[in-house]
């Protein structure tokens, strides 16, 4: 057994905590004059909350701005008697000014709407999603959540969306896996109001995997960056992506059904509207998808069922019931992946005008599970106006397992190319057969306490910091074998054993502060730093970070943005391990010691990025908007890793730098009246030198003449170019009957077979992978549209689609099995993903 255990908090905590007294302490400024109270919130005509709207007093100073829940609360001294009565003012770029007579003799507890400013409106015009003022962030899109929720995709999976961004890549249709800008699946961050979400550690291919955290059903805010974010998001090098839950301020409920599974929510509002709730549970059975695959046909019952619900109470006094709040997001989520595979085929190319197809024989079956349980509370407070501070508890536990016992037996031939009996198989031979086991089992234990503030001194400045502490314990279970055996010849080490036992328990510290300066209306200057330090391998990781935004005065419709800083992720138990062999018996057998490194650093990576945005009007005088943005990461301390299907196999060393360098482009607007698309597009190139990897040269006469080193070699994720397209059509004067096309484009992937360390970054490529997505849908509204007038549990509207996914039925390619024959000779056998077909959706919504 393997056991590394560290606790304690030593020197790192002190560090942070001189970290934390650069956060300035505004509890002493106290007002000697007499004050009173104003709160409320601000929402769109729409009547959804409104984030970043700055409220004040017309010629006074001080003010606030409203939170993601479009609150606000500050104080304001009382006039003296015989003057002007005060007049409150609410602006935000996008909108239109609100001036409103404050009386003061009354409670004070406003509900202020902003209707668009025609002048330089956005998506927001039609009063979905509510985008907020962005001018200060680079790399940072904001989406529409009912976009996410109609897009056609094979599983009405959310993060297929994100797929559509410049820079993020995903090549396979069955997994919520995505990379940005050259990154891995494992290198992005997830927030969902506020707390951290994890994945199942142990899936190693796309068809095992459930749908992605979030529910789109009850998403009321989506942000999504690509690069250079602020320090109050965590330590990770690719991405951040935050949501924020809707809080429902009247009834609400939906349910979906489709072929593949489907979905309901409930949301409704206490009497005294202090208690708000926000349920919804989804099922998926991927079955009728699965089917469609080439490789390997049997019976599939992959089954997946997740439940979330959120709490928020205020609790604050009568005069201002949202001064404390308490927030509670629950989630389970359970995942039965069964498999009892029997035939499979697949057509490949060896050489010139060359086809083989292989066909295989199965017998067995396999069982994989992931359960997990995670849970958040979110204490809210505002101290003062222009304080407010949160406590959050999080914890997460997940049980996984992994069963398999399969043989599979391949037999090669090849495909004829002549006109007679064309494409039909010739030359059958047998190849041989393969055997796998396994019996793993892993348990994840997580749990965090973190503390954040939030100072708002002016109208022009904005201080936030925070510190949070983690315990994590991890126990995984390996016992894996595997067997080949080729037609009358068996290759050397025929088989080969894992087994392991391995218990992690650490803790993890972090601690951020920034600073956000509006040094006018055109200029935003962001900066802060970030520290995390871990107990295993003792280090602690500093990450500064700056960003800066400027709109010229003559044009207000542009900004140029620029931001750079240093991006850490520290390791986590999958980086750590590897397997290492230990010893070979005389019986040809591979013996396998999965091992951690505990001495792996964290992974760093530098972001420079510079763009720019502008907001135009086509002819028509529809609103469009243009973003376009070019970054450069170094990385040191890299990890090198190989792509398996959904499986990163990581070296668990610290023995290579890389970079990440590209462009990118994005047109959105309303290229058809009503309805918002956009166009996207990627360009890319990621290196990595490993040390000490080399390639044989060889002489003349064939011979090899020794060693050299390979240099920068492409990453796993190199694809060059990434176009992604999302566009909505609807007939003429009639909006409720619509056309949706979702497509993706990536140019081919580097790979190489396994073991075979002087292949690997080979300029050998993948097939591209194309797949386009249609969808048509049909609105039908049976209830009264008007709010105020609709009953609770009223059916409102009828959503039914049509959906042909993968429409030009490409074959594309989600991995490669490698086969050997008699001869030695290693082929690289595609495994295809899923084929067209065709699926219904019905949204009911009341």
Same mark, same amino acid.
């Given at each position: 057994?393997?056991?590394?255990?560290?606790?304690?908090?030593?020197k790192?905590? @002190?560090? !942070?905590?001189l970290?934390?007294?650069?956060a300035p302490?505004?509890?002493? *400024?106290a007002q000697?004059?007499?004050?009173?109270?104003?709160?409320?919130?601000v929402?769109?005509?729409?009547?959804q909350p409104?984030?970043?709207?700055?409220?004040?007093?017309?010629g006074?100073?001080?003010?606030?701005t409203?939170?993601?829940?479009?609150r606000?609360?500050f104080?304001?001294?009382?006039?003296?008697?015989?003057?002007?009565?005060?007049?409150?003012i609410a602006?935000?770029v996008?909108?239109?000014? =609100?001036?409103l007579?404050?009386?003061?003799g009354?409670?004070?507890?406003?509900t202020?709407?902003?209707?668009?400013?025609?002048? &330089?409106? $956005?998506v927001?015009?039609?009063?979905? /999603?509510?985008?907020?003022?962005?001018?200060?962030q680079?790399?940072v899109?904001?989406?529409?959540?009912?976009t996410?929720?109609?897009l #056609?995709s094979?599983?009405?999976?959310f993060?297929?969306?994100?797929?559509?961004?410049p820079?993020?890549?995903?090549?396979?249709?069955?997994?919520?896996?995505?990379?940005?800008?050259?990154?891995?699946y494992?290198?992005? !961050?997830?927030?969902?109001n506020g707390?951290e979400?994890y994945?199942?550690f142990?899936?190693?291919?796309?068809?095992q995997?459930?749908?992605?955290?979030?529910n789109?059903?009850?998403? /009321?805010?989506i942000?999504?960056?690509?690069?250079?974010?602020?320090?109050k998001?965590?330590?990770?090098?690719s991405?951040?992506?935050?949501?924020d839950?809707?809080?429902?301020?009247?009834f609400?409920?939906?349910?979906?059904?489709?072929?593949?599974?489907?979905?309901?929510?409930?949301?409704?509002?206490?009497?005294n509207k202090?208690?708000?709730?926000l349920a919804?549970?989804r099922?998926?059975?991927?079955?009728? @998808?699965l089917?469609?695959?080439k490789?390997?046909?049997?019976?599939?019952?992959?089954?997946f069922?997740?439940?979330?619900?959120?709490?928020?109470?205020d609790?604050?006094?009568?005069?201002?019931?949202?001064?404390?709040?308490?927030?509670?997001?629950?989630?389970?989520?359970?995942?039965?992946?069964?498999?009892?595979?029997?035939?499979?085929?697949?057509?490949?190319s060896?050489g010139?005008?060359?086809?083989?197809? *292989?066909?295989?024989?199965?017998?067995?079956?396999?069982r994989?599970q992931?359960?997990?349980?995670q849970?958040?509370l979110?204490?809210?407070h505002?101290?003062?106006? $222009?304080?407010q501070?949160?406590? &959050?508890?999080?914890?997460?536990?997940?049980?996984?397992?992994?069963?398999?016992?399969?043989?599979?037996?391949?037999?090669?031939?090849d495909?004829?190319r002549?006109?007679?009996?064309?494409?039909q198989p010739?030359?059958q031979?047998?190849?041989? /057969?393969?055997?796998d086991?396994?019996?793993?089992?892993?348990t994840?234990?997580?749990?965090?306490?973190e503390?954040?503030?939030?100072w708002?001194?002016?109208?022009?400045?904005?201080?936030?910091?925070?510190?949070?502490?983690?315990?994590?314990?991890?126990?995984?279970?390996?016992d894996?074998y595997?067997f080949?055996?080729?037609?009358?010849?068996?290759?050397d080490?025929?088989? /080969?054993?894992?087994?392991?036992?391995?218990?992690?328990?650490s803790?993890r510290?972090?601690?951020?502060?920034?600073?956000?300066i509006?040094l006018?209306?055109l200029?935003?200057?962001?900066?802060?730093?970030?520290?995390n330090?871990?107990?295993?391998?003792g280090?602690?990781?500093?990450?500064?970070?700056?960003?800066?935004?400027?709109t010229?005065?003559?044009? #207000?419709?542009?900004?140029?943005?620029?931001?750079?800083g240093?991006?850490?992720q520290?390791?986590?138990y999958?980086?750590?391990?590897?397997q290492?062999?230990?010893?070979?018996?005389?019986?040809?057998?591979?013996v396998? =010691?999965?091992?951690? $490194?505990?001495?792996?650093?964290a992974?760093?990576?530098?972001?420079?990025?510079?763009?720019n945005?502008?907001?135009?009007?086509?002819?028509?005088?529809?609103?469009f908007?243009?973003?376009?943005?070019a970054?450069?990461?170094?990385l040191?301390?890299v990890?090198?890793?190989? @792509?398996? $299907?959904?499986?990163?196999?990581?070296?668990?060393k610290?023995?290579?730098?890389?970079?990440?360098?590209g462009?990118e482009?994005?047109?959105?607007g309303?290229?058809?009246?009503?309805?918002?698309?956009?166009?996207?597009?990627?360009?890319?190139?990621t290196?990595?030198? *490993?040390?000490?990897?080399?390639?044989?040269?060889?002489?003349?006469?064939?011979?090899p003449?020794?060693?050299?080193?390979?240099?920068?070699?492409?990453?796993?994720?190199d =694809?060059?170019?990434n176009?992604g @397209?999302?566009?909505?059509?609807?007939?003429?004067?009639?909006?409720?009957?619509?056309?949706?096309?979702n497509l993706?484009?990536?140019s081919?992937?580097?790979?190489?077979?396994?073991?075979?360390?002087?292949?690997?970054?080979?300029?050998? !490529?993948s097939?591209?992978?194309?797949?386009?997505?249609?969808?048509?849908?049909?609105?039908?509204?049976?209830?009264n549209?008007?709010e105020?007038?609709?009953?609770?549990?009223?059916?409102?509207?009828?959503?039914?689609?049509?959906?042909?996914?993968?429409?030009l039925?490409?074959?594309?390619?989600?991995?490669?099995?490698?086969v =050997?024959?008699?001869n030695?000779?290693?082929?690289s056998? #595609?495994n295809?993903?899923?084929?067209?077909?065709?699926?219904l959706?019905?949204?009911?919504?009341?």
């Open positions: 057994m393997h056991s590394i255990y560290q606790s304690g908090v030593r790192p905590l @002190v560090l !942070l905590g970290l934390l007294l650069l302490l505004p509890l002493a *400024v000697q004059v007499a004050r009173v109270l104003v709160s409320g919130a929402r769109t005509a729409a009547g409104l984030e970043l709207v700055v409220v004040g007093v017309e006074e100073p001080g003010g606030t409203t939170d993601a829940q479009g606000f609360s104080s304001v001294a009382r006039p003296a008697a015989g003057t002007k009565p005060l007049i409150l602006r935000r996008g909108f239109q000014s =609100q001036r007579p404050l009386n003061l009354a409670a004070q507890n406003l202020i709407i902003l209707g668009t400013d025609n002048r &330089l409106n $956005n927001v015009v039609r009063g979905r /999603s509510d985008e907020a003022d962005t001018r200060e680079v790399s899109t904001h989406l529409d959540p009912r996410a929720k109609e #056609p094979a599983f009405g999976d993060n297929k969306i994100l797929t559509t961004l820079g993020v890549v995903a090549n396979n249709e069955l997994t919520s896996t995505y990379s940005v800008r050259g990154g891995n494992e290198e992005n !961050l997830v927030y969902v707390f979400i994945r199942p142990l899936v190693t291919a796309a068809q995997e459930g749908l992605s955290f979030v789109p059903d009850l998403v /009321s805010k942000e999504f960056s690509t690069g250079g974010w602020q320090p998001y965590g330590d990770k090098l991405s951040v992506l935050s949501i839950y809707k809080k429902p301020t009247r609400e409920a939906s349910g979906t059904a489709s072929l593949v599974g489907g979905t309901a929510h409930v949301g409704a509002t206490s009497p202090r208690i708000s709730y919804g549970i099922y998926k059975n991927a079955q009728y @998808v089917r469609s695959l490789q390997a046909q049997g019976g599939y019952n992959p089954t069922y997740d439940g979330q619900a959120n709490i928020n109470v609790l604050g006094p009568r005069n201002n019931p949202e001064r404390t709040t308490l927030g509670l997001l629950t989630t389970f989520a359970h995942n039965d992946y069964r498999f009892t595979p029997e035939t499979g085929v697949a057509t490949f060896t010139l005008d060359q086809l083989t197809r *292989v066909f295989i024989a199965y017998d067995g079956r396999e994989m992931y359960d997990t349980y849970g958040g979110n204490l809210r505002n101290f003062t106006p $222009n304080l501070g949160e406590l &959050l508890v999080g914890a997460l536990i997940s049980r996984e397992f992994e069963y398999r016992d399969v043989e599979a037996g391949y037999t090669f031939a495909v004829n002549d006109s007679a009996d064309y494409n010739v030359r031979r047998d190849v041989g /057969s393969r055997f086991h396994s019996r793993n089992n892993l994840a234990r997580i749990a965090t306490l503390a954040r503030g939030r708002t001194p002016g109208q022009h400045h904005t201080v936030r910091w925070g510190v949070k502490g983690g315990r994590e314990k991890i126990h995984d279970t390996l894996e595997s080949v055996d080729s037609a009358d010849y068996v290759p080490r025929r088989r /080969s054993v894992l087994r392991s036992d391995l218990n992690l328990a803790y510290y972090q601690g951020y502060a920034q600073h956000t509006d006018d209306s200029h935003t200057l962001t900066y802060g730093v970030r520290a330090y871990w107990t295993v391998n280090q602690l990781t500093v990450s500064p970070r700056v960003q800066y935004a400027f010229p005065r003559k044009r #207000p419709n542009v900004s140029y943005k620029f931001a750079t240093v991006y850490n520290p390791p986590f999958r980086e750590l391990r590897n290492v062999g230990s010893r070979a018996t005389p019986q040809d057998v591979l396998q =010691q999965a091992q951690l $490194n505990p001495e792996l650093r992974q760093r990576s530098l972001h420079f990025i510079v763009g945005e502008v907001r135009f009007k086509n002819r028509s005088g529809r609103d908007k243009f973003t376009g943005e970054y450069y990461k170094y040191t301390d990890v090198p890793y190989d @792509v398996d $299907n959904v499986r990163l196999r990581y070296y668990a610290n023995n290579a730098r890389a970079y990440a360098a462009i482009g994005r047109v959105a309303e290229f058809v009246k009503g309805a918002e698309s956009w166009f996207s597009l990627g360009l890319l190139t290196r990595e030198n *490993v040390a000490g990897d080399s390639l044989t040269v060889f002489s003349s006469d064939g011979n003449a020794g060693k050299q080193p390979k240099g920068y070699i492409r990453r796993p994720t =694809q060059r170019v176009l @397209v999302f566009f909505q059509d609807h007939l003429p004067n009639n909006p409720s009957v619509r056309g949706y096309v993706v484009f990536g081919g992937l580097p790979f190489s077979p396994p073991d075979l360390p002087e292949l690997r970054g080979t300029s050998k !490529l097939r591209s992978y194309k797949r386009v997505d249609l969808g048509f849908s049909k609105v039908i509204s049976l209830g549209t008007h105020a007038s609709r009953r609770a549990g009223q059916l409102e509207s009828l959503w039914i689609g049509l959906e042909i996914l993968n429409v039925a490409a074959n594309n390619v989600g991995g490669y099995s490698y =050997q024959d008699i030695a000779v290693t082929y056998v #595609p295809y993903l899923s084929q067209r077909v065709v699926n959706r019905v949204i009911a919504r009341f």
